[in-house]
């Protein structure tokens, strides 16, 4: 069955940097394209940013763009997201999600992991 | 554009529920419309995608619906449960820009 685990999450401080990551397995992870999404304390989900099968096309929300980059492994089969500069507005849960049938419908949600911007 | 919820629902068990998502701009139909269950503390599961089809291992109590009169997509829950009680979220996408967008989130009660 599909997996989707997260790790690399923590506390940082503003204006630091951090990679968190998902690893995949049960299903053909380089034809799939990659989300992740973000859940603020007691708030509801954003999209943070998707990233295509191949690794070349990627696209970010307004929110996050300049200061995030996401990237694949296909071989270690691997997402990442590098997260730089951060701000305590980037507080959230971070899940990484698959794409399912047609873009925008996602399939599998990972368990997600705890990102925690704080001085 | 902007998908809006109501912020909560509240409805008793075995009743029939219906939650709206309005879209702000372009027509609902330029785009699927999922909708993602999420209860307290777990990840989000797909209950609907594609506007109407209903993922394997969802029950057949769950139904989804667009109307493009009132540009909005719909989540209907028969035969409501406790363990229905949960954030219900719909979600599109910015042909344009390939941006998702979520709704708000709606907190539905069941009591």
């Known amino acids: 069955q599909v997996q989707l685990v997260e790790s690399g999450g923590g506390v940082v401080q503003p204006g630091r940097s951090l990679r968190v990551s998902c690893e995949a397995s049960g299903f053909i992870f380089r034809s799939s394209a990659m989300h992740w999404v973000r859940q603020a304390p007691g708030k509801g989900l954003e999209w943070v940013a998707v990233?295509?099968?191949?690794?070349?096309?990627?696209y970010y929300a307004d929110s996050v763009k300049g200061r995030y980059t996401v990237s694949r492994d296909n071989f270690k089969n691997t997402v990442y997201l590098q997260m730089n500069n951060l701000r305590a507005e980037d507080t959230a849960v971070y899940y990484c999600?698959?794409?399912?049938?047609?873009?925008?419908?996602?399939?599998?949600w990972g368990q997600g992991t705890l990102v925690t911007v704080s001085s | 554009f902007i998908l809006t919820q109501p912020h909560s629902v509240l409805e008793s068990p075995g009743k029939t529920v219906t939650i709206s998502c309005t879209r702000s701009?372009?027509?609902?139909?330029?785009?699927?419309v999922q909708w993602y269950q999420q209860r307290p503390g777990s990840a989000p599961i797909t209950v609907i995608y594609?506007?109407?089809?209903?993922p394997s291992g969802v029950p057949d109590r769950f139904s989804g619906s667009i109307d493009v009169s009132s540009n909005s997509a719909s989540l209907t829950i028969s035969g409501l449960g406790t363990e229905d009680e949960a954030d219900y979220y719909c979600?599109?996408?910015?042909?344009?820009?390939?941006?998702?967008?979520f709704g708000g989130g709606t907190k539905l009660t069941v009591l």
């Open positions: 594609e506007n109407t089809q209903r």
């Open positions: 999600a698959k794409r399912g049938n047609s873009y925008g419908h996602i399939d599998h």
């Open positions: 990233i295509s099968y191949d690794g070349r096309d990627k």
């Open positions: 979600q599109s996408y910015d042909s344009s820009t390939l941006h998702v967008v």
């Open positions: 701009s372009g027509n609902i139909d330029y785009n699927y």
